[in-house]
């Protein structure tokens, strides 16, 4: 008996180490998604300074 649950424990334990990579992995995403978008806001918004100027 205690094989098992120290087996199920093991079990658990993987499985939020997994889920843990997975959200660290869509946080980052996420991250480079704004940066991404950010870094095109700011190319257009100097180039419409540029043809306003």
Not at 29 to 52: M, S, V, W
Request: aromatic share 2%.
């Amino acid at each position: 008996m205690t094989n098992t649950i120290s087996g199920l424990g093991d079990q658990i334990q993987a499985a939020l180490a997994a889920t843990r990579n997975a959200q660290d992995k869509a946080l980052a995403e996420r991250r480079r998604e704004k940066e991404l978008t950010a870094a095109k806001d700011e190319a257009r918004q100097a180039r419409n300074a540029g043809f306003g100027g």
